[in-house]
């Protein structure tokens, strides 16, 4: 039972609020460089930083210039980066080969980071979307996305990977199963060591515009996702998710979108304990960019705002495209 508090004036809860040295005191949740992982997006090339017109400030790099920002990111205290391929047309098909060639663009990454910072954490991204002529997470037949052809796609995936050397695999997708199949690929090839963050709650959203822009989805999406990813308006459904997933072996979860679904955040970390993360997605990256580019809002008080609520809904980390900007502010 939480003890009474003594009436005004003897309390007076502006006195822990008084000066910038008290307020750091009291602060009941802290954010930190340690705290973030920085999605990056690669694309062919060399010497590349091409801007992405729906997330102001983002780019899609050059294998090079990958190199260049997870150098960046270690020297910030940034523990992870994130890869997320733009593929090209005519690598895009309808069996998604190019999902587990050894020499696509992020097993390409991977192996150029692993090279020159090789203490940064490398995570990638288990889905076909970037792949597909369909712009889908999983093949389509007919008028279905269907799940266990897709799960067999999704292990190939993610052993190449794990051979490029990556640390974390996010499977993204949202096929029944894909966790259980992956790990037991992963723990039979001697990967046993690699970690898997399973987007386990993924929501049907409409915040990730932007992102498709920056991966080329958007153009060859067709129809929508909602037989896979989540209803926006279900919670105990993503429970039931989170907690599958962890059963067949994810080592962290994720929720995505990440603010508008903090409920989900503080009753996954609540209801399990194990290491829970958010994605602030390029939609929510960009409605705080384009607000303060019309001075609506304070850019960086907006970011570090929307941050801490991350954290004070129980999240361990976010992926976050704010973050190498997060962690020169706190520096």
Same mark, same amino acid.
């Given at each position: 039972m939480r003890p009474t508090q003594a009436p005004f004036p003897a309390t007076r809860l502006r006195r822990t609020r008084r000066t910038p040295a008290i307020r750091a005191l009291v602060a009941e949740n802290t954010l930190s460089a340690a705290d973030l992982i920085w999605p990056v997006f690669v694309r062919e090339g060399e010497a590349v930083e091409e801007p992405i017109p729906s997330m102001p400030g983002v780019v899609r790099r050059s294998v090079d210039k990958v190199v260049d920002a997870a150098r960046e990111a270690a020297d910030l205290g940034i523990p992870a980066i994130c890869l997320f391929p733009y593929t090209s047309g005519e690598n895009r098909s309808k069996d998604c080969a190019e999902a587990w060639n050894p020499e696509n663009l992020s097993n390409r990454a991977t192996r150029a980071i692993k090279q020159v910072v090789p203490d940064i954490a490398v995570m990638t991204d288990v889905a076909l979307d970037p792949y597909s002529d369909t712009g889908h997470d999983g093949f389509v037949e007919g008028d279905e996305i269907v799940n266990d052809e897709t799960v067999e796609a999704l292990v190939k995936q993610a052993l190449s990977q794990a051979e490029a050397g990556v640390d974390i695999i996010g499977p993204s997708d949202m096929m029944d199963g894909r966790i259980g199949a992956?790990?037991?690929?992963?723990?039979?090839?001697?990967?046993?060591?690699?970690?898997?963050?399973? $987007?386990?709650?993924?929501?049907?959203?409409? !915040?990730?515009?932007? !992102?498709? *822009?920056?991966?080329?989805a958007?153009?060859?999406l067709k129809g929508d996702k909602k037989t896979y990813q989540m209803n926006p308006a279900n919670t105990d459904e993503a429970l039931r998710l989170i907690e599958r997933d962890l059963s067949e072996g994810a080592d962290m979860i994720m929720v995505k979108p990440g603010m508008? $679904?903090? *409920?989900?955040?503080?009753?996954?970390? *609540?209801?399990?304990?194990?290491?829970? !993360?958010?994605?602030?997605?390029?939609?929510?990256?960009?409605?705080?960019?384009?607000?303060?580019?019309?001075?609506w809002i304070d850019e960086d008080r907006a970011m570090m705002e929307s941050l801490m609520a991350f954290k004070r809904?129980?999240?361990d980390g976010v992926l976050t495209y704010f973050a190498p900007a997060v962690a020169r502010a706190l520096a």
């Open positions: 992956i790990r037991h690929a992963l723990e039979m090839a001697g990967h046993r060591n690699v970690l898997l963050l399973s $987007y386990a709650a993924k929501y049907a959203s409409a !915040f990730y515009g932007p !992102f498709r *822009d920056a991966v080329g958007s153009g060859a508008p $679904y903090l *409920d989900i955040c503080r009753r996954a970390k *609540d209801a399990f304990g194990a290491p829970t !993360f958010a994605y602030q997605v390029s939609g929510e990256y960009a409605m705080i960019m384009a607000a303060a580019q019309q001075g809904a129980g999240c």
